[in-house]
């Protein structure tokens, strides 16, 4: 049966305080359960309170060994691209080559309006980025293309580049995974689309003489019950309003009930190509969730 890792969204600032649950015993506890690997997004204002992306990761680096260490997604281009490189290569000497870099170009205008970039060149200076980063982590000398008259840059210490996972569901996020990525990484889409973004995934990797990228999705789950654990249909709602989704399109994708359910949800993602998922926890105690995606994971392993 083909492995199937599962890995958690480390918690929220406010999620954080509510449950008295700092980022250190968080990730300890995700690799204490067995889980595969603990992600972080990576957010610069967006009018709630979030860590820097590189520093929540470096945290929960240094109090693990075993864990992956997933960026969920890095925005690479919303940064002068010798910085991205400096805190990618930073996290795998941490992490002692444990980084998996899930990359996305999102977040709204107001966000790279904060950054000083312009919306518009999100695309290209993400491919820039990517296209890049292997030789800037190789300790080689490059000429950046936004220094134009300014001398190459040499960054050291070197570092191996770390899987790129491309976020995002739409044709250009598959095209990117198919050209520049080792995975593609869309959330919040059913199996079906999963299976079809896997054989157009497969047809650009064919034409660019490349490996097919592994498939990781993105999810939400709120298991098992109790007072403070949402329904799916509320977890659904909370992701129709967010994203502005029909609910009916959106309502079948949590990860919620016994991890017998949650797992045989999972087995049909996995069934229609998919070989990792990163979810997000929608309710409940973060740890007690843990818990039960640690039970999915051996459900699926069995």
Request: one cysteine or more.
């Amino acid at each position: 049966m083909k492995s199937f890792e599962i890995g958690v969204i480390l918690p929220g600032v406010g999620e954080q305080r509510t449950r008295g649950l700092d980022l250190r015993e968080a990730a300890r506890h995700a690799e204490d359960a067995g889980l595969d690997g603990v992600w972080h997004g990576d957010h610069l204002a967006i009018g709630a309170p979030t860590l820097d992306a590189s520093i929540a990761l470096a945290t929960a680096a240094a109090v693990t060994s075993r864990i992956r260490i997933g960026a969920s997604v890095f925005v690479p281009a919303i940064r002068p691209l010798a910085w991205v490189a400096k805190q990618v290569a930073s996290l795998q000497h941490v992490s002692g080559g444990r980084l998996v870099l899930g990359v996305g170009s999102g977040g709204g205008p107001g966000q790279w309006a904060a950054a000083g970039v312009a919306y518009g060149r999100r695309g290209r200076r993400t491919d820039t980025a990517l296209e890049l980063l292997p030789e800037l982590l190789a300790g080689k000398e490059t000429r950046l293309p936004d220094e134009p008259g300014q001398p190459p840059v040499t960054l050291s210490p070197a570092a191996a580049m770390p899987p790129v996972w491309v976020g995002n569901a739409s044709e250009a996020a598959i095209r990117r995974a198919a050209r520049l990525g080792e995975g593609w990484f869309p959330s919040l889409i059913s199996p079906l689309e999963v299976a079809e973004g896997r054989a157009r995934l497969a047809e650009l990797a064919g034409q660019a003489g490349r490996p097919v990228p592994v498939v990781a999705i993105g999810c939400a789950a709120a298991l098992g019950g109790g007072p403070d654990v949402p329904s799916r249909a509320q977890v659904a709602s909370g992701i129709s309003a967010g994203y502005g989704r029909p609910l009916e399109d959106v309502l079948p994708i949590p990860l919620t009930g016994h991890p017998e359910e949650a797992a045989g949800r999972l087995n049909d993602y996995r069934a229609a190509g998919a070989s990792h998922a990163v979810v997000g926890i929608s309710g409940g105690d973060w740890r007690r969730q843990v818990d039960l995606l640690a039970e999915v994971r051996t459900l699926l392993h069995g």
